[in-house]
């Protein structure tokens, strides 16, 4: 985990070299935030900003809730994990904000250790659970016990969102506070990284 706080954000010109033709890829919880901070992220770096769940909606002509309502969940990853890797290869480089499953696929996960950075944006179950209580697309949250049910996907998702190169807190500060944070700690990920392959 890096821990933001005590570094100094780069230059965004300079973490874009440093980048290079990779990906950042932001993963972790339905209202962690990926796509409101990730929009901003690639607006400050200079980046296009894409959307996982939008592009597999467009691909399909569906919603996402109409996607498991009529195919189910498993067609739905496939789906997801096909999209992602599509957009990795032809697109980068870009920020790309996944959903929240999305990571939990190896072969995803593989795709994007290839090809890009993984930002994990980490939330409290309580900062979850208020942000996603206002929107309704959630199919995976149409239980009687949505609070339930999200800290059951939590506990499973969170050993392999850990998984991922940076985690970044997310937290109910201003949008740009926490992509200040991801900011600072993809600088400092970017040094390490050429700091090792130098040697």
């Not at 250790?113 to 309704?136: C, N, Q």
């Not at 807190?169 to 993809?186: K, N, T, Y």
């Amino acid at each position: 985990m890096t821990a933001a706080a005590s570094i100094s954000p780069p230059d965004t010109s300079e973490l874009r070299a440093a980048l290079g033709p990779r990906a950042i890829v932001l993963v972790g919880m339905m209202g962690s935030g990926k796509s409101s901070v990730g929009r901003r992220l690639a607006a400050r770096l200079g980046l296009p900003f894409v959307d996982a769940d939008t592009e597999i909606e467009t691909a399909a002509q569906m919603t996402i809730p109409e996607i498991f309502a009529q195919r189910g969940e498993a067609e739905f990853r496939e789906g997801e994990r096909r999209v992602i890797g599509r957009v990795l290869t032809t697109r980068a480089p870009l920020v790309l904000a996944t959903g929240g499953g999305a990571f939990m696929n190896a072969e995803t996960r593989e795709r994007v250790k290839e090809l890009g950075i993984s930002v994990w944006l980490r939330a409290e179950p309580e900062v979850l659970m208020r942000r996603v209580r206002k929107r309704s697309n959630r199919p995976l949250l149409h239980t009687d016990d949505p609070e339930t049910t999200l800290r059951r996907m939590l506990a499973e998702r969170e050993p392999v969102y850990a998984l991922a190169d940076i985690t970044i807190q997310s937290r109910d500060e201003p949008h740009e506070v926490v992509v200040g944070d991801a900011i600072a700690a993809l600088g400092e990920h970017l040094r390490l990284a050429a700091g090792v392959a130098a040697s």
